[in-house]
């Protein structure tokens, strides 16, 4: 693999078609094949206009080794422009590196945090990237990861290295994973609090959800279950020993009760999450935030990971997020049980995380299924995974993982 | 001041008058007088029947030096039965120790924590008192604080010995708010977030909202800043330093941008509260819920320790609050703002706060105008709090404050 | 089982032999035939003549199922009064219960924290129970846990009552070790800062060093490396996982380096400690601490939950206390290690790790190799385990985990 | 004073003569006239040779408002070679800005962080600064900052811009101690817990002694006690309010008994530090540590940001550190009191610091008793402070604050 990456050098790449699969205005994908554009910053729908044709000297082009569809592309499908480039999941290998860059060097098998941002200002300082102050300087809606060569700014910020690329992609479905859903998964479990010997409930067993079960279990909780309404996705967590339970068949707490013996559990994770539309929040998002309420022991707290706003990602709130949901906040008062919701910021969990997989501690491809396809076959995915499907699927767009 | 505790003993009590404040069951207050009865639980209104009679060998006898009006009384009134002994801000004299007692003793000067508990559920070991499986063993509904006598349960426990007597009585104002205010207002500060250099806004101006706002400057804040909509409590904050909102005169994000040049601060805290009435709560609660979301910064948290449920205090939440607050989630979810309702956990914050007021750091008695009358004058004080006096009422029954 | 317990009363246990392991003068221990004493307190070495003959109404009498022989019981032969009775690591059945307990049933099976505590002093109210200034108020040494029935004051706070008497049976080797080593070496690794993804390495492969490590497993070290003399104990350290390092085999960074490529560790834990004699502690002490210093990462933290003091147990400082370790300090600094010695406060950890145990997620028996043996069998296996059988002794008195 | 920068452009700088403060070969200092370099790095002593005649792209040249002397000075004075530039404290004008700066401008007010780092290694990732592995990258001894002209390399990750320009002028003394030994007090206080209501002992009253005080007043501490055995600086201490105990006059827990009534206090703060000579560290060290080990209260810590190394700053330790020092660490041990020496992360700190200074809070330019004096008064300055001056150094090249 490495003398792939090695014989990759930026002179062969111009004039190199750059497949990218982009947004249709019907609320699909289709796959544009673009010139490739190295390190200067396109112009078109998703990226920043004032900045087109800029040569961004502290960013890199990863070849992607893979590159990965998530339930937030899905958000993004009807929201974005016709054209914009989608994706923001990606592990590769550098092709070519900007003047500014520092430390990170062209052939070197990298993972990229899925909000990109600047290393510099006051939030990025305190590993606050998801609040990142300049994340849509260049790009405004994710990173267009699903593509054949994908430009990352702040380079020496934004990426990990993988310390041993042999070993690594060994274990690349696994690594692939931690450029979004398992830090995704991690951050909901640890702003809801989980630790040694606790009890756990996740709402929604999709991979984001999955994965907060194995992040669950990994810091230690003593029991995990899962909450959902697809019967396949709930038999794929019980084949991983999580708990679980249909959602539709009886209130929360009394279904706890039957498999732990108490109505409530020490902390909880939303993995649903909801989208606003026109103002009007969809009414099953209240429903589960106000189950979790209900099901969380007095003192604990509700990890809230998932995708409540109707911004583009990394967007601030804007003034048309009126949308309001009917909480149950007397009860949450009376039992002292917080509301944690936010968008992980991924680099801050991807060095524990990474080392977490190479030892062989998180199996987490196997947790959520993950599935190869090539880049070409991610239009009949993105329709198989809004549909329901018990499957991450992981796009390999150069055909290197498949050895 | 402690001669006179020392003089007391229990069996000159036997046959005393222990004139107690009552609610009534138009809403209001009276004062009836009982026979004192020492540690022995009495039967009625706000007495657990099944303990009636019990003689209390855990527990002391206390003699309040003060007993505050707090607003989670005025919150009960009306839905109390008539009869039932109010109050749960008390700090006294020793006066009759039971046997199982071992370390409180007669003649020491005490405060008592307002959420009395029992010190050995596995809540109480976290120091979560708050919410403590026993603590409506004995009263359902605080102390009865507001009284001639008052027994307190697993006193080794529940009471904060001062370690000097006399000076205590000079800054007995001060050292009487640790019974409830000061660590609810601190405890909203520290749940908010708050620390070093740090802005800081607080929603209300009343007694809590003021406590908050000087722990908030205790805690290290650079700013604070308290709105309400009543000028005689803005006046007072204003006086003593803190910046003031009304909260009528605009959004509260473009009032930020005029006091400190940004629309939000690293921190709020909701000193306001809200009551459910029918299973309705009023909307201006989630009003004021709502403008705290869009005034803490991104990855900043919201504080809540007001009153929020239209249980008694201390009760975990009934089936029927389904009560719901339109809450502007996404957002929340969109700023990663949390949310941090709960009580306050009492005795976990006397001691620093005990040592801070003796050190002459926290003058907070001067800060919430603590304003010291009989028991006699409760029943128009209880009227002129609830009518938005920017005053704390603080009854001595037994005129020990005025040396 | 469960019916064995509901069989005992106190009533028949008057003139009830109560075999009792204690110290001799020479530095071993024997069996002593003392009379069943129930709740009242023994005059004698171990005991605290202020209250000798006082029954202690808080307290239960214990009949164990198990109590454990511990590297800090080795550490009190020849300093302790001929005749003090040994042993603090107990789990068994209440027998018998004192007029103030209120929530400890006769018939329960719990677990009691080694270091008895009163719950009511300053430190106890923080879960700092290791530093309870009643600790020595009965007993000035352990428990005297070794005996056919044993007196815990204030039982209340120091029982850990497991929630399912049968089940727990199932489980009890794992469950005795609750009562100190397994807290004790989680301690070293909660102090340490063990978290997800770090490396690990304790010195010491006793059972404290083995519960270290898995701990630190538990906590989600990505890699856990144990270092020792005695090649019977790394062979159990490896059999259970972990990395096994001879410290004789050259200086610890250069071994480090083979096994996980870098010369320190993220966090480190003393398992080994020493004692000072006569003003002197072992020179091999101030070796143990230095290797540690050299093997931290900047940053990093030394756990110490060994035993460093010539104190008795839950002793403070005494003036004697004047030897001195030469620690490489400079280093220290420049690296920005810290250190972080103590007791454990084990009642702080019991209930987690009581979960973790019953789901089944630590199976600390097997990994400490614990081994039932009987009462009578105790002296030899003092001996044995002072020779550095790779072994944990666990005594059974009354044949209850032989079914 | 804005004027003045904004006048300031590089074009001018070529040819200017940038006098610089440099060590002599015998452990004095004195000035010599270099030409400005801009963002070229010098060679030289103090320079890395491998870097030589490189411009730093990220860098920016800063022109000194102030630059401070500081105890470490004195440190390296005789061990390091003659010609080596003196200085890490820094507070001024950006004159110039390398083509990869993106953040920061020319004419901008800023503070610079002694410690100069990546920005980009695992460490400074986790605001870990002290432990960047690319600290000596351009420079191996502090910045040279005692001069005229300054290069500071990784310019938007190093400075601290002043938010008002006009406004950090008025402050400007308070302001110049962020760049080292404000965050140094405030870390030491940091890592000793120091918390609300909680009572603190800092050992030295020079200028890092004070800002320990202050920190751990601005923390919330109750008390705060310093000791030294300067009487002019004791005099300094108690005039801002500190305890001051003459460690000559008898045992620290003697002192403290008078003083606060107790032999101990809940953190201490350990502003004295040591030197390693020839592998042997002066034996009062030890014994500062000491007093230290038995003045804080079981399960208190011990701050220790003073420099304790016999490294250049930034370095890690070397092999030649074999320097033991002599503790009681079974006392610390018992007593559960950790050590917690280290470097400050100055860059983590420095934005609430800043806002304390510029809300009121922190007048620490008082407290330490700052003098500005110009450039060429350095020498003399040097040897006062040496000899104990109770007094700040700020040095003022351009004769910027004296408007």
């Not at 040569?55 to 899905?74: A, F, L, R």
């Not at 990025?124 to 990352?152: P, S, W």
Request: net charge negative; hydrophobic share 40%.
């Amino acid at each position: 693999m490495t003398s792939t990456l090695a014989e990759t050098n930026s002179s062969e790449l111009a004039g190199t078609v750059n497949r990218t699969l982009v947004a249709t205005k019907e609320g699909g994908v289709r796959i544009e094949e673009r010139d490739y554009s190295g390190l200067v910053l396109r112009s078109g729908p998703g990226y920043n206009p004032a900045r087109a044709g800029e040569t961004v000297t502290h960013g890199v082009v990863i070849k992607p080794v893979t590159t990965c569809i998530c339930g937030s592309d899905q958000h993004l499908l009807g929201a974005v422009p016709d054209g914009t480039a989608m994706g923001h999941e990606l592990t590769g290998i550098v092709v070519e590196a900007g003047d500014a860059v520092q430390f990170t060097k062209v052939g070197e098998l990298v993972s990229v945090a899925m909000n990109t941002s600047c290393g510099l200002c006051d939030f990025c300082k305190i590993q606050q990237t998801n609040h990142c102050v300049n994340t849509r300087h260049y790009l405004t809606t994710g990173l267009g990861a699903q593509a054949d060569y994908v430009l990352v700014p702040w380079a020496d910020w934004n990426v990990l290295k993988f310390p041993d690329a042999e070993k690594a992609m060994d274990l690349i479905l696994d690594l692939s994973l931690l450029s979004d859903i398992l830090p995704t998964g991690y951050h909901g479990a640890v702003v809801a609090g989980v630790t040694t010997g606790c009890t756990v409930y996740v709402a929604g067993a999709g991979p984001v959800g999955l994965a907060a079960a194995a992040s669950a279990r990994y810091l230690g909780a003593s029991e995990v279950i899962i909450g959902d309404m697809n019967e396949d996705r709930l038999a794929l967590a019980r084949r991983h020993g999580f708990g679980g339970i249909n959602v539709t068949a009886g209130p929360l707490p009394d279904q706890l009760i039957e498999l732990i013996g108490a109505p409530h559990v020490d902390a909880t994770i939303d993995a649903v999450g909801s989208v606003v539309h026109g103002g009007s929040p969809e009414p099953r998002s209240a429903a589960v935030l106000n189950s979790l309420i209900s099901a969380t022991a007095p003192g604990g707290r509700i990890g809230i990971p998932g995708y409540y706003a109707n911004t583009l990602p990394g967007g601030s709130a804007g003034a048309h997020q009126t949308g309001q949901f009917g909480l149950a906040f007397g009860a949450a008062w009376a039992r002292g049980v917080s509301l944690n919701p936010s968008v992980v910021p991924v680099a801050k969990y991807q060095p524990p995380l990474m080392r977490a997989i190479l030892s062989g501690r998180l199996k987490i491809a196997d947790i959520v299924n993950a599935q190869v396809i090539g880049l070409e076959d991610a239009v009949d995915a993105y329709a198989d995974f809004g549909a329901g499907a018990a499957t991450k699927y992981v796009l390999d767009p150069h055909g290197l993982t498949r050895k």
